[in-house]
């Protein structure tokens, strides 16, 4: 397997090919193209493909994962937030109903509390003028009783608004809990990339410094090797 450095060496050596063939392709008369051979150049540009460090296509896989994976959180977070909204709405649902039974519970008992009494006030009346005032008591009595059941309906309304408070308490928290967690796992997805990307940093460094150090072998060597190569830093100059 080729090392790092004869990788680069092959994709310059490709490339400074490529840029001889162009030169020294015949003209086309009255135009500024040219025609070069077809399946040399197809040849060099194949085999610069090849000579492509493993580290880009390592990169760009890198750079897919982290769309996935923001894309992926994203969804969760959509997905939990959707939750805690439906699990808030069938919370207060809930309460509505629960209130709402012990309100009609309270109303019938009372209803049929006050018919009670007014039946037997209305039987005592009826007994005779004699037992009239102990019907009055009695009703009186009667009358203050009912009166303290009507705390069973203060007591309802009041249960049912701590459910009320209670369901949208959890449904907060639930909401909170769910976007708590979407930040966390973008920071997370964040930082993975981050870590890879400067992993990759590294090493394309440490490469590129491996071909700095060929090339500049290769220029010391190049009086023994006969002709030339071309050189890339000279021809930009």
Do not use: W
């Not at 086309?28 to 040849?43: I, K, M, Q, T």
């Not at 981050?194 to 290769?218: D, H, N, P, Q």
Request: aromatic letters at 2%; one cysteine or more; hydrophobic letters at 40%.
């Amino acid at each position: 397997m080729a090392t790092d450095g004869g990788r680069f060496y092959r994709v310059f050596e490709n490339l400074d090919e490529l840029v001889s063939v162009v030169e020294t392709a015949r003209g086309v008369l009255v135009s500024g193209s040219c025609v070069v051979p077809r399946g040399h150049v197809l040849d060099l540009l194949d085999d610069l493909r090849d000579a492509m460090p493993a580290e880009m296509e390592e990169a760009h896989g890198i750079l897919e994962q982290r769309t996935d994976i923001l894309v992926t959180a994203e969804d969760e977070a959509r997905r939990m937030i959707a939750d805690a909204r439906a699990e808030a709405a069938r919370l207060r649902a809930e309460a509505q109903d629960e209130a709402e039974q012990g309100l009609a519970l309270a109303r019938g008992q009372s209803e049929s509390m006050l018919a009670a009494a007014r039946t037997e006030s209305q039987a005592l009346a009826q007994a005779g003028r004699a037992d009239y005032e102990r019907a009055v008591t009695a009703g009186r009595a009667e009358h203050d009783r009912l009166v303290s059941e009507t705390d069973v309906h203060q007591a309802a309304r009041a249960r049912a608004q701590e459910l009320l408070t209670d369901a949208s308490t959890r449904a907060e928290r639930m909401v909170a809990d769910a976007t708590a967690r979407s930040e966390r796992i973008g920071a997370e997805a964040d930082e993975y990339v981050e870590t890879k990307l400067a992993e990759f940093s590294t090493t394309l460094t440490r490469t590129l410094r491996s071909v700095e150090a060929g090339r500049g072998t290769l220029r010391v060597r190049q009086p023994e090797q006969g002709p030339e190569l071309f050189d890339q830093d000279a021809a930009n100059r």
